[in-house]
């Protein structure tokens, strides 16, 4: 039976007047509770929520002082594509729940870092550093051995045959005195400078632009007569009385050396320069007694502990113990035991043998080759170009970091610090790096110098086996990040430019035959994909510290200064002057954006079928780069060979990133809310491009511009280019345009603080961690609020 209508209304209106009460008892309590209560009540908004839907006003957690209340659990799956700001940063939900309530005010923790003094053979025989931490030399280049006794010998030239006398072609090739410790070309004894290097070209002799390997300049290099000096004899004043002229092909290719003689001695590039500890030799460091380490920056007990360097000493407490020799010998290992007060992430750095890094960068043939920076005539740093900078400023950021520890018993993460990039550039140079063995692939050779750091590692330290390398870190940053990785590493965590996550373009997409990586055996590579998001991490690309950029503001300029609609300057195909021959260069993608709206002529006249005025589409290299990505609403990100730099292009100068490239992630794509600050077209939709661009409206503009604004900073490697500065102005007091440009740069985070933050995110939420005894050891170190 059915009961009355006017008593089903009379209960229902009950339970309406009930529930009102119960909803404003509990809006009562939210509004006078503390603001980071808040996400409570947001959990489960759509993608249009305040909290930081797409372009909403996104509420700062880490803003608020006051401790929020605890919480058991992370947000729930209805929270996905809501951000959560962090340090001005849109977060993807969960990692910026963490940061907000952890990352800040997890508290500092005890460490007991070893520093020892343990003796090496024979002092490593004048050539070589000693780790005092394991006792073992690292042998200078060209010299091996437990004492680094024994010489190699490292030929300049491949095998002679009657047609080539000295060889086929190589970048070491000599017609004069070939140093053998490290396959590179000098003028040689029974010459007036015995230490100048002979470039490739200029021993040899020219047919028109062409070289003839076969036929040394033997007049060129070593003339000694009164009327001809060769390139070995002649001074500085031969060539201003004008009597004299030396071939433009002799230069000062090698590090180290300035001056059109290469008369002038400069500073060379070193890891971290030495730390100021150590001598510079193009790429090696020579430490002083005491210190010892890739930069030497790490001390012995022989130094003062008022001299120990910053990311040691820092928060120290008392010493926990000291043992020290009884002879003059040092029969016995001298060590000090001192407990540090640090924070997490703590890592630690392995200092591998020296032809994993420090003999890449002291064999190079050409200075620029790896490196990002340089040193002029009057020892003034220039920074260089170098598209695969990151590798280096990363390395040289978490050596003077206070997050590193020599403890690896304590260590959250381990940084295995293979120098790749400069392997590839350097694959073939010299016929000890010769690729023969490896199928003629630099991508080949360099996964081969990977696992031989495995091995090395995983037999010499005991970190590895314990996690199967779970907590190990490894830079990839080749055009085509890790897809090249040895199978034996996979477990590890991937640093890389290129997030290809294999989605779509599960193949080498590089033009560059030598650097793919489809015919590589499964049976060293494996079936792994190029990127993995659960694990990995896209890092920004190397960017040229231009002052300018600090100076114009440019990331400050405002919507209404910025006339153009859609911008992208760039190598566009075959169908242009000087384009790229290849059909699959950028996996076409280039080719199809130009053939819609390009607004430069192809090589037969035509333009783009839907030309407009305020989208540039052009290939013509410009001198008002920056000028003109500052001008811009938007700014095209399309791949190369592999990654390319528009995204940093794009943040730095503060015009929305159009992201085309289906399936291959970006830098922090898959820890950022991309979504608050980029624009991401399907590759199918390139001829909407404008109409999807015309389509986001003013606050949607407005949104994305504030939040470019505030993170541009985390693109660039801000702390590498500030410790360069003080170095500049603690050895040789000088403060350079850029130096003094950076240094007043407002103080917010850059790639290595972002980095960190993902770090610390990892470490308590890793699936394979999670459990584990040692981890909850870690917890302990938390806030009580922290979601577990």
Same mark, same amino acid.
């Given at each position: 039976?059915?009961?009355?209508?006017?008593?089903?209304?009379?209960?229902?209106?009950?339970?309406?007047?009930?529930?009102?009460? @119960?909803?404003?008892?509990?809006?009562?309590?939210? @509004?006078?509770?503390?603001?980071?209560?808040?996400?409570?009540?947001?959990?489960?908004?759509?993608?249009?929520?305040?909290?930081?839907?797409?372009? $909403?006003?996104?509420?700062?957690?880490?803003?608020?002082?006051?401790?929020?209340?605890?919480?058991?659990?992370?947000?729930?799956? *209805?929270?996905?594509?809501?951000?959560?700001?962090?340090?001005?940063?849109?977060?993807?939900?969960?990692?910026?729940?963490?940061?907000?309530?952890?990352?800040?005010?997890?508290?500092?923790?005890?460490?007991?870092?070893?520093?020892?003094?343990?003796?090496?053979?024979?002092?490593?025989?004048?050539?070589?550093?000693?780790?005092? #931490?394991?006792? &073992?030399?690292?042998?200078?280049? +060209?010299?091996?051995?437990? *004492?680094?006794?024994?010489?190699?010998?490292? /030929?300049?030239?491949?095998?002679?045959?009657?047609?080539?006398?000295? #060889?086929?072609?190589?970048?070491?090739?000599?017609?004069?005195?070939?140093?053998?410790?490290?396959?590179?070309?000098?003028?040689?004894?029974?010459?007036?400078?015995?230490?100048?290097?002979?470039?490739?070209?200029?021993?040899?002799?020219?047919? +028109?632009?062409?070289?003839?390997?076969?036929?040394?300049?033997?007049?060129?290099?070593? $003339?000694?007569?009164?009327?001809?000096?060769?390139?070995?004899?002649?001074?500085?004043?031969?060539?201003?009385?004008?009597?004299?002229?030396?071939?433009?092909?002799?230069?000062?290719?090698?590090?180290?050396?300035?001056?059109?003689?290469?008369?002038?001695?400069? /500073?060379?590039?070193?890891?971290?320069?030495?730390?100021?500890?150590?001598?510079?030799?193009?790429?090696?460091?020579?430490?002083?007694?005491?210190?010892?380490?890739?930069?030497?920056?790490?001390?012995?007990?022989?130094?003062?502990?008022?001299?120990?360097?910053?990311?040691?000493?820092?928060?120290?407490?008392?010493?926990?113990?000291?043992?020290?020799?009884?002879?003059?010998?040092?029969?016995?290992?001298?060590?000090?035991?001192?407990?540090?007060?640090?924070?997490?992430?703590?890592?630690?750095?392995?200092?591998?043998?020296? %032809?994993?890094?420090?003999? @890449?960068?002291?064999?190079?043939?050409?200075?620029? %080759?790896?490196?990002?920076?340089?040193?002029?005539?009057?020892?003034?740093?220039?920074?260089?170009?170098?598209?695969? #900078?990151?590798?280096?400023?990363?390395?040289?950021?978490?050596?003077?970091?206070?997050?590193?520890?020599?403890? #690896? %018993?304590?260590?959250?993460?381990?940084?295995?610090?293979?120098?790749?990039?400069?392997?590839?550039?350097?694959?073939?140079?010299?016929?000890?790096?010769?690729?023969?063995?490896?199928?003629?692939?630099?991508?080949?050779?360099?996964?081969?110098?990977?696992?031989?750091?495995?091995?090395?590692?995983?037999?010499?330290?005991?970190?590895?086996? &314990?996690?199967?390398?779970?907590?190990?870190?490894?830079?990839?940053?080749?055009?085509? +990040? $890790?897809?090249?990785?040895?199978?034996?590493?996979?477990?590890?965590?991937?640093?890389?430019?290129?997030?290809?996550?294999?989605?779509?373009?599960?193949?080498?997409?590089?033009?560059?035959?030598?650097? *793919?990586?489809?015919?590589?055996?499964?049976?060293?590579?494996?079936?792994?994909?190029?990127?993995?998001?659960?694990?990995?991490?896209?890092?920004?690309?190397?960017?040229?510290?231009?002052?300018?950029?600090?100076?114009?503001?440019?990331?400050?300029?405002?919507?209404?200064?910025?006339?153009?609609?859609?911008?992208?300057?760039?190598?566009?195909?075959?169908?242009?002057?000087?384009?790229?021959?290849?059909?699959?260069?950028?996996?076409?993608?280039?080719?199809?954006? $130009?053939?819609?709206?390009?607004?430069?002529?192809?090589?037969? +006249?035509?333009?783009?079928? /839907?030309?407009?005025?305020?989208?540039?589409?052009?290939?013509?290299?410009?001198?008002?780069?920056?000028? %003109?990505?500052?001008?811009?609403?938007?700014?095209?990100?399309?791949?190369?060979?592999?990654?390319?730099?528009?995204?940093?292009?794009?943040?730095?100068?503060?015009?929305?990133?159009?992201?085309?490239?289906?399936?291959?992630?970006?830098?922090?794509?898959?820890?950022?809310?991309?979504?608050?600050?980029?624009?991401?077209?399907?590759?199918?939709?390139?001829?909407?491009?404008?109409?999807?661009?015309?389509?986001?409206?003013?606050?949607?503009?407005?949104?994305?511009?504030?939040?470019?604004? *505030?993170?541009?900073?985390?693109?660039?490697?801000?702390?590498?280019?500030?410790?360069?500065?003080?170095?500049?102005?603690?050895?040789?007091?000088?403060?350079?345009?850029?130096?003094?440009?950076?240094?007043?740069?407002?103080?917010?985070?850059?790639?290595?603080?972002?980095?960190?933050?993902?770090?610390?995110?990892?470490?308590?939420?890793? &699936?394979?961690?999670?459990?584990?005894?040692?981890?909850?050891?870690?917890?302990?170190?938390?806030?009580?609020?922290?979601?577990?």
């Amino acid at each position: 039976m059915h009961a009355p209508t006017w008593l089903w209304i009379r209960s229902s209106s009950v339970v309406l007047r009930l529930g009102l009460l @119960l909803a404003s008892l509990f809006l009562a309590y939210y @509004l006078l509770a503390p603001l980071p209560a808040l996400p409570a009540l947001l959990w489960f908004k759509s993608d249009h929520s305040l909290v930081s839907s797409k372009f $909403a006003s996104p509420i700062s957690l880490g803003s608020v002082n006051r401790s929020p209340p605890p919480r058991t659990s992370y947000p729930p799956p *209805s929270s996905q594509g809501v951000s959560i700001q962090y340090r001005n940063a849109p977060w993807k939900w969960n990692v910026g729940y963490w940061l907000s309530h952890c990352y800040d005010h997890s508290r500092t923790i005890s460490v007991e870092e070893t520093i020892s003094d343990k003796p090496c053979p024979e002092d490593c025989s004048g050539h070589g550093n000693c780790n005092h #931490g394991d006792g &073992r030399c690292r042998c200078f280049h +060209g010299y091996h051995g437990p *004492s680094c006794k024994n010489v190699l010998n490292l /030929q300049c030239n491949l095998k002679a045959s009657e047609d080539s006398p000295y #060889g086929k072609w190589v970048v070491s090739i000599c017609p004069a005195y070939c140093d053998k410790t490290k396959a590179m070309c000098f003028c040689g004894n029974g010459t007036k400078y015995p230490d100048r290097p002979v470039a490739e070209s200029c021993g040899f002799e020219l047919k +028109g632009n062409l070289v003839d390997w076969a036929k040394a300049d033997f007049q060129n290099i070593f $003339a000694n007569e009164d009327t001809k000096k060769g390139w070995c004899n002649i001074d500085v004043t031969d060539l201003i009385d004008g009597h004299m002229q030396v071939k433009e092909q002799c230069d000062c290719k090698y590090d180290c050396t300035a001056g059109r003689f290469c008369e002038i001695a400069i /500073q060379c590039f070193c890891i971290n320069q030495c730390s100021g500890n150590g001598i510079c030799n193009g790429g090696s460091c020579q430490c002083r007694k005491g210190w010892y380490g890739i930069d030497c920056s790490v001390p012995s007990p022989l130094i003062a502990k008022t001299d120990w360097p910053e990311w040691l000493r820092r928060e120290e407490a008392l010493p926990v113990s000291e043992f020290v020799p009884s002879d003059a010998n040092r029969t016995y290992t001298r060590s000090k035991s001192v407990q540090f007060q640090k924070r997490h992430p703590l890592i630690y750095i392995y200092d591998l043998p020296p %032809e994993f890094n420090s003999h @890449l960068l002291e064999g190079r043939h050409w200075r620029y %080759e790896c490196v990002n920076r340089l040193y002029d005539q009057e020892n003034t740093t220039f920074w260089t170009s170098q598209l695969y #900078g990151a590798e280096i400023a990363l390395y040289e950021s978490l050596l003077n970091s206070p997050h590193r520890t020599l403890n #690896g %018993e304590e260590a959250d993460f381990f940084y295995v610090p293979v120098l790749g990039a400069c392997l590839i550039a350097r694959a073939d140079e010299t016929p000890h790096l010769n690729m023969k063995n490896f199928m003629g692939l630099r991508s080949y050779i360099t996964l081969d110098l990977f696992r031989q750091a495995y091995f090395h590692i995983s037999q010499s330290y005991p970190f590895w086996n &314990r996690t199967a390398g779970r907590d190990h870190i490894w830079f990839f940053s080749w055009d085509e +990040g $890790a897809c090249y990785a040895p199978k034996e590493i996979w477990n590890s965590m991937m640093l890389v430019h290129w997030g290809n996550t294999n989605a779509k373009y599960n193949y080498s997409t590089t033009c560059y035959l030598a650097d *793919s990586w489809n015919a590589i055996p499964i049976t060293d590579r494996g079936d792994h994909v190029c990127f993995n998001p659960q694990k990995d991490l896209v890092m920004p690309a190397w960017k040229l510290p231009d002052p300018d950029l600090v100076t114009k503001r440019y990331w400050e300029r405002t919507k209404a200064q910025r006339k153009i609609l859609f911008y992208f300057n760039g190598n566009l195909g075959n169908a242009y002057e000087y384009g790229r021959p290849e059909e699959n260069y950028s996996m076409g993608l280039r080719q199809k954006l $130009a053939k819609v709206f390009g607004s430069s002529p192809t090589k037969d +006249g035509l333009l783009g079928r /839907q030309v407009t005025q305020d989208v540039i589409v052009t290939n013509r290299r410009s001198n008002h780069y920056s000028e %003109e990505l500052a001008s811009s609403k938007f700014c095209g990100v399309l791949p190369g060979d592999g990654w390319s730099g528009r995204m940093e292009d794009s943040i730095l100068h503060g015009c929305i990133p159009v992201i085309i490239q289906d399936g291959i992630q970006l830098p922090y794509e898959n820890v950022l809310e991309y979504r608050d600050f980029t624009v991401r077209i399907e590759e199918e939709k390139i001829p909407q491009l404008v109409q999807i661009l015309r389509a986001i409206n003013e606050t949607e503009l407005d949104m994305m511009f504030t939040v470019i604004k *505030s993170i541009w900073q985390r693109f660039f490697y801000r702390d590498s280019v500030l410790k360069e500065a003080q170095r500049q102005k603690k050895y040789f007091n000088k403060s350079s345009h850029w130096a003094s440009a950076f240094s007043t740069l407002e103080k917010e985070e850059d790639a290595l603080s972002t980095f960190l933050q993902v770090l610390h995110y990892k470490l308590y939420n890793d &699936r394979w961690r999670l459990g584990s005894p040692k981890q909850q050891l870690k917890k302990a170190f938390l806030p009580e609020d922290c979601p577990v």
